[in-house]
């Protein structure tokens, strides 16, 4: 009871908290969760893959909230497989980040009620949980602008998807410097005329 009472309040905070957008380095994220999981359960077999490099703009706090719900759900739905697969990347074809399993999947039938608060697919008996963990994502993934869906099918997996707006631009300090090629001539624009020397 002290744990629903404590995702409901999470759940009401993440509708009055203030975003401080950043860049964010989601891989590393993930990377960070993937292995306290799996420092939880060192005996599990879970073939782990994050996608290096992936950042978007935004709140670094909500967004390891977002990652943690979305892959220790993964971790949950694929605990009864003898081998487990997780996966963390980025669909060029949905323009969305996306957390893979191939565990107990759902029905897409009720694909609507995944991000309501207490709908579970699955019996408590099957997987613990509150049935406030996708509430909370959908939660922060609005506030940020961006939306969240899913797909899977029963005994097959699942993905969730999430975005952000592509409109948001980073702060000028926070746009990493540019890296040309090493193995290219370049040529530097001469000063115009009258113009300031160095």
């Not at 380095?25 to 782990?48: H, M, N, Q």
């Not at 992936?54 to 909500?62: C, I, K, T, V």
């Not at 107990?104 to 009620?113: C, L, S």
């Not at 993905?159 to 980073?170: I, N, W």
């Amino acid at each position: 009871m002290d744990a629903l009472v404590e995702d409901l309040l999470k759940l009401s905070r993440l509708s009055r908290a203030e975003l401080k957008p950043k860049n964010v380095d989601l891989s590393a994220i993930c990377d960070s969760i993937l292995t306290e999981l799996k420092r939880s359960e060192p005996a599990r077999e879970v073939e782990l893959s994050v996608a290096p490099g992936l950042h978007a703009l935004g709140d670094e706090r909500l967004m390891r909230v977002v990652l943690e719900n979305l892959l220790r759900n993964a971790w949950k739905f694929s605990s009864k497989l003898p081998r487990a697969k997780i996966e963390f990347g980025y669909d060029p074809a949905e323009a969305a980040f996306f957390v893979r399993d191939n565990g107990a999947g759902f029905d897409m039938t009720y694909a609507d009620r995944l991000f309501a608060v207490f709908q579970r697919l699955h019996t408590s008996s099957e997987f613990p949980g509150a049935g406030v963990g996708l509430a909370i994502v959908q939660r922060i993934i609005n506030r940020h602008g961006g939306k969240v869906w899913a797909r899977g099918a029963l005994n097959q997996g699942a993905t969730f998807y999430f975005t952000l707006p592509a409109e948001q631009k980073l702060p000028l300090e926070e746009i990493p410097a540019l890296k040309l090629p090493a193995d290219r001539e370049y040529i530097t624009p001469k000063p115009k005329t009258g113009s300031a020397q160095p």
